[in-house]
Structure formats: structure tokens, C-alpha cells
């Protein structure tokens, strides 16, 4: 008895972008190929697509703006994806603790108790309208009463 055989879809696993993203990355490798002098066909164009298609499109940019500047040859897919893996987005590192800026403020301003306090008390006075500049003025002096002080940006 022959044995049944799962059908492969050939769409199976291919990452899909956004067109423009398709668009950038085929401009790039265009601009790329001019700067060489190196005709492209149609099937290198999605190779390139193909090979690219895990990396996000800065990750992308970065690495054809690298090649740009330093590349003495037409790349290949695997010198760019090398550059895309060297990629890091510009994410802000977080330090334990305060810098000495933030140390500078301590106690300058309302803490959490007090803007959960005062925002508490905004709901409860706007009832569907915004309150305006002063009505927010007199809750504010509300609070530093029942925080027995103002902070220092607040005292004239």
C-alpha cells in the first residue's frame, strides 16, 4: 500500500514585507549595482529579497550605507546580511539608579501619591468638561496644603 505524502507549500516559511520595504531594499541593491557598474536580472534582485528577508529594514540600510562607504567590490547577500548582523538599534541602556541630574531633582517636585491624589481629584471636579488653568491652579494648592509644602517650582 503506498504511503501518503504531505503536500510541501512552496509558500511555506517565506517572510513577507510590506511593499515599500521591498521597494527600499530593491533601490538599495540598484543604487548598489550602479555604483559598480554590474547589470542585475530579475532572479537577482529576489535573491536579494530572499536573503534579506529576516532583517529589519534599517538593520538594512545600515548595512548597505556601510558597504557604501567601505566596500571595494559589487557585494554578495552573505557580505550584507554579515553587516546586518552587526546591526544594533539605537535603544536607550537603561543604569540602575539615579544619575546625578536626576539626584539634583530629588524632592523638587509631587511624587507618585500625590499626582495619584491630585489626579483622583481632577476626575472627581471635571465631570465630563476639562477644567481650566485656574481651577487646576486651586487643586494644585489644595495639594501642597494637604502636603503641608509647596515644591520649589511652585512658590513665588
Known amino acids: 500500500m503506498p504511503r501518503s505524502r504531505r503536500r510541501n507549500?512552496?509558500?511555506?516559511?517565506?517572510?513577507?514585507?510590506?511593499?515599500?520595504?521591498?521597494?527600499?531594499?530593491?533601490?538599495?541593491?540598484?543604487e548598489m549595482s550602479g555604483q559598480f557598474q554590474?547589470?542585475?536580472?530579475?532572479?537577482?534582485?529576489?535573491?536579494?529579497?530572499?536573503d534579506l528577508a529576516r532583517f529589519p529594514i534599517a538593520a538594512i540600510e545600515f548595512a548597505f550605507e556601510k558597504w557604501h562607504?567601505?566596500?571595494?567590490?559589487?557585494?554578495?547577500?552573505a557580505d550584507v546580511r554579515d553587516l546586518?548582523?552587526?546591526?544594533?538599534?539605537?535603544?536607550?541602556?537603561?543604569?540602575?539608579?539615579?544619575n546625578a541630574l536626576c539626584r539634583v531633582r530629588h524632592g523638587k517636585g509631587y511624587g507618585t501619591a500625590?499626582?495619584?491624589?491630585?489626579?483622583?481629584?481632577?476626575?472627581k471636579k471635571r465631570r465630563g468638561t476639562a477644567l481650566n488653568e485656574?481651577?487646576?491652579?486651586?487643586?494644585?494648592?489644595?495639594?501642597d496644603k494637604h502636603r503641608k509644602h509647596a515644591p520649589d517650582w511652585r512658590v513665588t
Not at 554590474?38 to 530572499?50: A, T
Not at 562607504?69 to 547577500?77: D, I, L, S
Request: include cysteine; charge should be negative.
Open 38 to 50: 554590474r547589470e542585475l536580472e530579475e532572479s537577482d534582485f529576489q535573491r536579494w529579497l530572499r
Open 114 to 123: 500625590d499626582v495619584l491624589w491630585l489626579y483622583g481629584q481632577y476626575m
Open 9 to 30: 507549500d512552496k509558500k511555506q516559511g517565506v517572510l513577507l514585507r510590506p511593499p515599500q520595504e521591498s521597494d527600499r531594499i530593491l533601490q538599495l541593491v540598484q
Open 84 to 98: 546586518c548582523n552587526a546591526w544594533t538599534p539605537n535603544v536607550p541602556v537603561y543604569m540602575d539608579g539615579c
Open 134 to 143: 485656574s481651577e487646576v491652579e486651586v487643586l494644585l494648592d489644595i495639594l
Open 69 to 77: 562607504e567601505n566596500g571595494r567590490f559589487f557585494p554578495q547577500p
